[in-house]
């Protein structure tokens, strides 16, 4: 049943009153069934340090947080308190100023003090710093659980957005894949090694989903590994990933490999939109991506890719300064006051050679002042 057909029917207007009542008190959360995926392979644990990179309108942070929340069913039930407070917290992050206001009205609800909302650009994200008992001084945080849920191209959803039948052409695709690409480069780069990194669109585009995903991986060099989760959420229906797919132009045009792309296309299809070669996309198994199909349990389409962080990146390596070599003092002069104005080679006094020095640097401030009087008489203002 759509959102307009409850509010206009008579008959369900106090069921629609009961709903907007449940919600605003954050008993009652509607959203998308395909949507609620992300963050269940993200496997939040109230001990997490977690980041939400692109989270407007603000759903899945609310998932999030109940995770948060969650206790551990294998403990006593005497040391169970609905008050017990987390160790973990969530950030929940926005580029838009106006899409970050709904998600303080999403976020509010809940009443928890483990949310902080920030408004950044998430390709540029700033890190963040907490003061450590053990260190003595601050140390930067890095996160053990990262959703990105980047911005899309939506054509997963067409089934219920019916606005964007009027708007999509088949090159928002090629349009968000850049922006995607980054946003995951600056998520992995914040990801604690172990952690684990939640990478989604509701799009079906390979060339937002697999070509990003992949080019990422081919970077990392090995840092990054796509996790194998079909033993997770086994009722789910679901598609592997895809590893062959074509690159469209603006002009209609179909590419399969970026050597068939001319010289005038080359600044708008990019070599990382294309599918890698045969060994590369079997070694980065990159049928352990999903796929949710819109017809397989009447939802809208999604795709979800599950990646690991086994050691720092390559590119976050070479940022990391090098240490620098603090040298010994010198040892303690054994000459006398008396030979401290001796030179040691020549056993000739420094004294005329200082008063040189003096007096040359004194020649030189006076040369410097004469060529700024010269010039300030040179110079005016309009």
């Not at 392979?41 to 990179?53: I, Q, Y």
């Not at 086994?234 to 469209?248: A, D, N, Q």
Request: hydrophobic fraction near 35%; include cysteine; proline fraction near 6%.
């Amino acid at each position: 049943m759509s959102r307009k057909t409850l509010r206009k029917s008579s008959r369900l207007s106090q069921f629609h009153q009961f709903l907007i009542s449940e919600t605003e008190q954050g008993n009652i959360s509607r959203q998308e069934t395909v949507s609620l995926v992300p963050p269940l392979l993200l496997d939040v644990k109230p001990h997490h340090k977690v980041l939400d990179m692109c989270a407007a309108p603000g759903s899945k942070t609310a998932q999030i947080i109940e995770f948060l929340h969650a206790q551990d069913n294998s403990a006593p039930v005497d040391q169970l308190s609905s008050s017990a407070m987390p160790s973990g917290f969530v950030v929940a992050n926005d580029k838009d100023n106006k899409r970050c206001y709904m998600l303080v009205h999403q976020t509010k609800r809940l009443l928890s003090p483990c949310c902080i909302i920030t408004n950044e650009d998430a390709t540029i994200f700033p890190n963040f710093y907490l003061e450590s008992a053990t260190v003595g001084r601050k140390q930067k945080v890095q996160f053990d659980r990262i959703l990105c849920d980047v911005p899309c191209s939506g054509d997963g959803t067409l089934r219920k957005n019916l606005v964007l039948w009027k708007r999509w052409v088949p090159t928002l695709g090629t349009q968000m894949h850049k922006l995607q690409q980054r946003i995951l480069c600056r998520g992995i780069e914040m990801l604690a090694v172990g952690g684990r990194l939640v990478y989604s669109t509701c799009s079906l585009n390979p060339v937002e989903n697999e070509a990003v995903v992949a080019s990422v991986l081919k970077m990392s060099q090995g840092a990054m590994e796509l996790l194998d989760i079909s033993g997770e959420l086994t009722e789910l229906k679901r598609s592997g990933g895809v590893h062959m797919w074509k690159v469209m132009s603006k002009s209609g045009q179909w590419f399969s490999s970026y050597s068939d792309v001319p010289d005038s296309l080359k600044s708008h299809l990019l070599p990382s939109m294309f599918p890698l070669s045969s060994d590369d996309s079997t070694s980065y198994h990159l049928d352990r991506c999903i796929r949710i199909l819109p017809h397989q349990q009447n939802t809208g389409g999604f795709f979800i890719a599950v990646l690991t962080k086994n050691r720092p990146v390559p590119w976050q390596r070479q940022k990391e300064k090098k240490p620098t070599l603090l040298l010994p003092p010198p040892p303690p002069s054994s000459l006398t006051k008396e030979e401290d104005n001796v030179d040691v080679v020549g056993k000739a006094p420094l004294q005329e050679e200082k008063k040189e020095d003096e007096k040359d640097m004194s020649d030189e401030e006076t040369c410097s002042k004469s060529r700024k009087k010269k010039l300030s008489q040179l110079c005016y203002r309009d």
